[in-house]
C-alpha cells in the first residue's frame, strides 16, 4: 500500500470510528486501538505534507492560532420560531395550518435542545462553513471550532446532494458540564453557570485547540437544498443519518395534532432523565411542499412553532429582603434566598418587582417558596409554600419609606407600581446608575470605564456627574487600585472621542425617561438641537409620529429642571454635539411615491431601505393600500400581503432593483 492510499485508508477508518462512538454510541474498537490508528495517521501525514486534507479527522483537535470571526450572509435567514404554552395553543396552531392548505397535514415532533443554532455547508460530501444564528441574515463563521465537534462528519458518505446546509444545535451534556466544572473547581476558577452558555462561549473561543478540549456535541434537525431525495422534512432527516449525521433519535411523525399534544406530554414527563438539557418541543408540517407555500412572517416560519415547557418549580427559603434603588430612582425589592439550583444555575436572589407583588404573595422572611426561571432565564418567586410557615414568628412585610442609600423619603406616583427615591441630584445608586448608562455601549461608547470603576471615581470624589468624565486626567487616575498605564489611556483616548458622538446618542445618554434610542432619534430628526428642544411645548411634541402623552410629559418635566439645564451648558462647553445637521435629500426620484417594505433583505437592513426611501424623497408605509406605488419585497414575504398586492395590481420589485434605481 502506497503512503497516499495508507493515508487515505486511516482517514476513512479513523473517520468511521468517530462516527460509531460519537454518533451511534457504539464503539467496536478499544480507545488504545483508536489512539494507535491516530498516532499512525499523524506521522503520516507529517512525513508526506503533500496529501494534505483540510477536513482530515486529525484537523479535529484544532489550532493554537487566534481566530477572528468574520460574518457572512445565510443562504437563507436562520429565524426563530414563535411560542407555545399550552394545549390549547398548539391546537390553535393546528387550525391556522390547515387555513392555508387544503392538502391533509403531517407534523413532525422534535426535541427543542437548549444549545447554540449552528449552519453548516457541504459540497461535494464535504464539510465547507459554519455560521452561527447571528442575527438571522448573517451569521459569523465558526468553521475551524466547528470541524473540532467529533459528531459532525467531516466528510460523507452513501448518496448525498452535491450542495446543501444542515441546520442543528451544538450543546454541552450535563455529564461534561459536570466534568468541566470539576475541573475548573480543582485549579481555582469559577465553575461555569449552565450548559447552554457554556456551549455559547465555548464555540467562539479564539482557540480552536481549546474548543476541542470541551467535548461539545451536536445534534442535526434541518436541511436546505435543492435536490433533496424526499419532498418530506421527517424522511429527508432519517436519510441523513446514512450521509453520517448526528439526526435525534426522539424525532417523530405524527399524522394528527393530538399525536403532537400526546408526544409534548409525554416528554414533559420524560425530560428529566434525558443526558442533556431540552426546555421543549418544536413542532413542523413535514412537507416541504407545504412548508414553502404558508411561507414566513417577518420573524418566524408560519409551518412551525416551539411548544415551551412549563419551568421548573424549586422550593427554597427566604432568608431577607433588600431594596436596590434605580438611575431613575426605582426602588426594586429582591429576595435574598438560600442557594438553590434552578434551571442551570445557582439563584440567591430573585427580584420581587415591587410592593404590589410582595402583598399579592403575601411573603413573608423565614417562608419557603417556589422559585422559577421566567423564559428559563429570570428568577422569580411564584408561589409562597404557607404549610410551612411558623405563624409564632411571621409578620407581613412592610414596604420601606425611606431610601436605604441616601435616607431620603420615597414616594408611590398616582398610576404606577414603583416606588421611587425623590432625591434624584444626590442619591448616590442614581448618579452611579446614570453614569454606566452615560457611558455604555448604545449611548456614548466609553471604553475602559463600567460599574466597577465608576464606583471607585464616585468614592473619590473624582465623577460626581456624567460632565465631571471630561475633567478626568492621568493625574487623576495614576495612584488608584485598579488604573493601570494601558487602561488609562484607553480610557482617556475612548472620552475624548466621545465629543464626536452624534447628538441623538448623546441625547439618549442624559437618561431621561422613556426617550430610548429610537425616540431620542426621532426628536433630533424633528428638533435638530438642544436649544430647540429645551423650549419645545407639550403639544409641539405629541404632534410628532411615535411620540405620545407619556413621552412628551417626561421630555417637558426634564427641561424645565435647573440642574439639568446646567449639565447640558457644562456639557456644551466640553464640546460634545448637540446639535445635528439636517441632512438635503440624496434626490427627488421617490418624491410623492409612498413605498411598503416586506420580507427579510441581505445587501441592507431595514432600517436602512427605509432611510434610502425618505433621503431619495419617499414616504414609508406599513400598510398596503390603493395608495401604496410599489413595494419592495425580500425573502420570505408574507402571503397575505402578496396576494393583496396582486389583488390591487401593485409592482413588486427587488431588493436589488429598489437599489439600482436610486443610484
Request: glycine share 6%; hydrophobic share 35%.
Amino acid at each position: 500500500m502506497s503512503p497516499e492510499e495508507k493515508i487515505r485508508f486511516l482517514r476513512n477508518e479513523i473517520s468511521l470510528h468517530n462516527h460509531n462512538y460519537y454518533v451511534l454510541s457504539k464503539p467496536v474498537i478499544s480507545d488504545y486501538e483508536f489512539d494507535q490508528l491516530y498516532n499512525e495517521l499523524i506521522v503520516l501525514e507529517d512525513q508526506f505534507p503533500e496529501y494534505y486534507d483540510d477536513n482530515s479527522p486529525s484537523k479535529r483537535v484544532g489550532s493554537d492560532i487566534s481566530l477572528e470571526f468574520k460574518s457572512f450572509p445565510h443562504s437563507k435567514p436562520m429565524l426563530s420560531l414563535s411560542n407555545t404554552y399550552s394545549d390549547i395553543e398548539i391546537t390553535d396552531f393546528d387550525k391556522r395550518i390547515k387555513k392555508l392548505t387544503n392538502d391533509p397535514i403531517e407534523y413532525v415532533c422534535e426535541l427543542k435542545y437548549d444549545g447554540v443554532s449552528i449552519s453548516i455547508e457541504y459540497k461535494n460530501g464535504e464539510f465547507v462553513q459554519a455560521l452561527t444564528r447571528g442575527d438571522g441574515i448573517k451569521g459569523d463563521d465558526v468553521t475551524n471550532n466547528v470541524k473540532t465537534i467529533k459528531s459532525i462528519p467531516l466528510k460523507l458518505k452513501g448518496d448525498y446532494p452535491n450542495h446543501f446546509f444542515i441546520r442543528g444545535e451544538i450543546f454541552l451534556s450535563i455529564e461534561n458540564f459536570n466534568e468541566l466544572n470539576k475541573s475548573r473547581i480543582s485549579q481555582g476558577l469559577i465553575p461555569f453557570s449552565n450548559p447552554r452558555n457554556t456551549a455559547s462561549g465555548t464555540l467562539k473561543m479564539q482557540k480552536s485547540s481549546e474548543v476541542a478540549k470541551r467535548k461539545l456535541d451536536c445534534f442535526l434537525y434541518y436541511i436546505i437544498g435543492d435536490n433533496l431525495p424526499y419532498n418530506s422534512h421527517y424522511d429527508n432527516l432519517i436519510k441523513a443519518k446514512e450521509w453520517g449525521f448526528k439526526i435525534p433519535d426522539e424525532i417523530s411523525l405524527k399524522k394528527n395534532i393530538k399525536g403532537v399534544i400526546d408526544f409534548t406530554n409525554d416528554w414533559n414527563l420524560k425530560r428529566k432523565n434525558l443526558p442533556y438539557e431540552i426546555d421543549g418541543i418544536v413542532i413542523k408540517v413535514n412537507s416541504l411542499d407545504q412548508q414553502n407555500s404558508m411561507g414566513f412572517t417577518s420573524k418566524f416560519p408560519r409551518w412551525a412553532i416551539a411548544f415551551k415547557f412549563k419551568a421548573l418549580q424549586v422550593e427554597t427559603i427566604l432568608n431577607s429582603i433588600s431594596y436596590q434603588i434605580g438611575r431613575t430612582g426605582a426602588v426594586t425589592p429582591v429576595a435574598n434566598l438560600d442557594p438553590v439550583y434552578v434551571s442551570g444555575t445557582i439563584v440567591k436572589r430573585a427580584s420581587l418587582h415591587n410592593a404590589d407583588q410582595i402583598s399579592k404573595l403575601d411573603i413573608r422572611i423565614g417562608d419557603h417558596v417556589y422559585i422559577e426561571k421566567g423564559g428559563e432565564i429570570i428568577p422569580k418567586i411564584v408561589e409562597v409554600n404557607k404549610s410551612k410557615r411558623n405563624l409564632n414568628n411571621s409578620e407581613k412585610l412592610i414596604f420601606i419609606r425611606n431610601c436605604p442609600e441616601c435616607g431620603s423619603e420615597i414616594q408611590r406616583k398616582i398610576g404606577e407600581a414603583q416606588h421611587y427615591c425623590k432625591n434624584y441630584n444626590f442619591c448616590p445608586p442614581q448618579i452611579k446608575g446614570r453614569i454606566e448608562h452615560f457611558v455604555s455601549r448604545k449611548a456614548m461608547n466609553i471604553d475602559g470605564i463600567g460599574k466597577m470603576q465608576i464606583e471607585k471615581l464616585f468614592d473619590e470624589g473624582l465623577l460626581l456627574d456624567i460632565a465631571d468624565l471630561y475633567l478626568l486626567n492621568k493625574d487623576h487616575l495614576i495612584n488608584l487600585r485598579g488604573f493601570e498605564d494601558t487602561l488609562i489611556e484607553k480610557l482617556l483616548f475612548s472620552i475624548e472621542s466621545s465629543k464626536k458622538v452624534p447628538f441623538e446618542k448623546v441625547l439618549f445618554g442624559l437618561g431621561i425617561r422613556f426617550v430610548g434610542e429610537t425616540v431620542a432619534k426621532t426628536l433630533v430628526n424633528k428638533f435638530n438641537s438642544i436649544e430647540k428642544l429645551m423650549v419645545v411645548s407639550f403639544d409641539e411634541l405629541i404632534s410628532v409620529d411615535e411620540i405620545g402623552e407619556k413621552i412628551a410629559k417626561s421630555v417637558v418635566k426634564y427641561f424645565q429642571k435647573k440642574e439639568n439645564l446646567h449639565l447640558i451648558q457644562k456639557l456644551i462647553k466640553l464640546g460634545l454635539q448637540f446639535s445635528s445637521k439636517i441632512e438635503k435629500n440624496i434626490s427627488n426620484i421617490l418624491e410623492g411615491k409612498t413605498i411598503v417594505i416586506s420580507g427579510l433583505f441581505v445587501v441592507k437592513s431595514r432600517s436602512e431601505i427605509k432611510n434610502l426611501i425618505e433621503k431619495n424623497g419617499g414616504k414609508n408605509s406599513s400598510s398596503i393600500s390603493k395608495k401604496t406605488s410599489f413595494i419592495i419585497a425580500g425573502q420570505n414575504m408574507g402571503p397575505k400581503k402578496k396576494k393583496l398586492a396582486e389583488q390591487l395590481g401593485l409592482k413588486l420589485i427587488s431588493e436589488n432593483d429598489f437599489l439600482s434605481m436610486i443610484s
